[in-house]
């Protein structure tokens, strides 16, 4: 029978803006979750899930065509060119595991004698001619060193011998 076909079949709903839908047999309004920010959710809209920046693009490159250990002691070194306390106190963060390096604070080396005498720690783990070329972090020790050697000529000449 036509009557029981109706009553079956749900009534019928017409959705407004902002995801309510308004139920046409009954007057009243039920808020949809599913599609409550259906418009601000929208794949067109939607921002990429990580942004990449030009200085992201750029390391990208610099990994596929440069040497890796470069670049890695260049980001360790970048902001803290001339700063001698900063690179010592950050060694730690750049050397490989298993080196016998005890961390150093800024506070510990604000004289300039302490500086020099932790910076020569520092080059019996790192000189090349205490680290074998050969071994696996020796390419990393040489480059290390040669900054260190090159902010300790600034250290030098700002702080006085």
Not at 18 to 45: E, I, Q, T, V
Not at 56 to 65: A, F, N, Q, V, Y
Not at 116 to 135: E, F, G, M, N
Request: proline content about 7%.
């Amino acid at each position: 029978p036509p009557q029981q076909q109706q009553q079956q079949q749900p009534p019928q709903q017409q959705q407004g803006s902002f995801g309510w839908n308004f139920n046409m047999h009954s007057g009243s309004a039920k808020k949809d979750a599913s599609n409550l920010f259906g418009s601000f959710l929208d794949p067109r809209f939607k921002k990429p899930e990580k942004t990449r920046t030009l200085g992201d693009l750029t390391k990208e490159k610099r990994l596929k065509s440069e040497d890796p250990v470069l670049i890695a002691v260049e980001e360790w070194v970048e902001g803290r060119e001339k700063n001698m306390r900063a690179l010592l106190a950050s060694l730690g963060d750049i050397l490989w595991e298993g080196a016998r390096w005890k961390k150093v604070s800024i506070g510990d080396l604000m004289e300039p004698p302490k500086v020099r005498k932790t910076y020569q720690r520092a080059c019996l783990l790192v000189h090349p001619d205490k680290v074998s070329t050969d071994s696996p972090h020796g390419h990393l020790a040489k480059e290390i060193f040669i900054k260190l050697s090159q902010c300790l000529e600034y250290f030098n000449e700002t702080e006085g011998k």
